[in-house]
């Protein structure tokens, strides 16, 4: 049962341009949500999160946006750079942390190539 | 501040045999968790510990077990190896507790099930 989806595993695009990952969800009860970006041989860096009492959350290059009723949310990074290039992971959680714990769900990410 | 780290960073095992992995987090931190990462299956929830306490397991067999010291340093053990075990595996930490939701991961260890 995945309930955390990302359904385009590669996105290519030129850069300067904007980039929009996409991630869908099925587990109304998620009440938080996390983009981490991953480099070869790295862990999981933290991006941009977003709760579901909001619909939009900016940092520098990176939006996060929610669609609560389409239980669906995106990443834009404008512009691309080549260093943006990685995998791009969608995440969610429940719950506050004290009382359901630390658990993250994430998509299977998406491949993003930004081109020079 | 140190990040979280990871040893060992590679190993290959034998199928039937049983492997240890450890995870130092950030200081401070109170919760660990760890996850496996397979291609194409996304990063997997194994479980959680938090002050020397399971909080929250994932669907994996009893072969993968997990134990938190009292300086919040973690370890996972895998009994009975099998070859779909080869993954690279994941250790994140967190405060735990409060309004900040984001976990900070280790560079993983890669193993390899032969």
């Known amino acids: 049962d995945q309930q955390v989806k990302q359904n385009s595993p590669s996105l290519s695009v030129q850069e300067g341009r904007i980039s929009i990952l996409n991630c869908d969800y099925t587990n109304s009860m998620f009440d938080y949500f996390l983009w981490y970006k991953k480099y070869p041989a790295e862990g999981p860096t933290f991006l941009i999160s977003i709760s579901s009492i909001k619909d939009k959350n900016e940092d520098g290059r990176f939006t996060v946006f929610l669609n609560k009723s389409a239980k669906h949310l995106s990443l834009h990074i404008v512009p691309s750079q080549p260093g943006d290039s990685a995998v791009y992971f969608c995440a969610a959680r429940k719950g506050k942390e004290e009382t359901s714990g630390s658990r993250l769900t994430f998509g299977e990410g998406t491949q993003l190539t930004v081109n020079p | 501040k140190a990040g979280v780290t990871q040893t060992p960073r590679y190993l290959i095992k034998t199928r039937g045999q049983q492997v240890t992995l450890s995870c130092s987090p950030i200081s401070g931190h109170r919760s660990v968790s760890w996850y496996q990462q397979t291609p194409g299956q996304g990063l997997q929830f194994l479980f959680e510990?938090?002050?020397?306490?399971?909080?929250n397991k994932g669907n994996f067999p009893g072969r993968f077990s997990g134990r938190q010291f009292s300086n919040s340093r973690s370890e996972m053990n895998v009994s009975t190896l099998e070859l779909g075990d080869s993954a690279l595996y994941l250790c994140?930490?967190?405060?735990?507790?409060?309004?900040?939701?984001?976990?900070?991961f280790g560079p993983g260890t890669r193993l390899t099930v032969t």
């Open positions: 994140a930490s967190s405060s735990g507790s409060g309004s900040i939701y984001e976990q900070y």
């Open positions: 510990y938090f002050s020397e306490t399971q909080r």
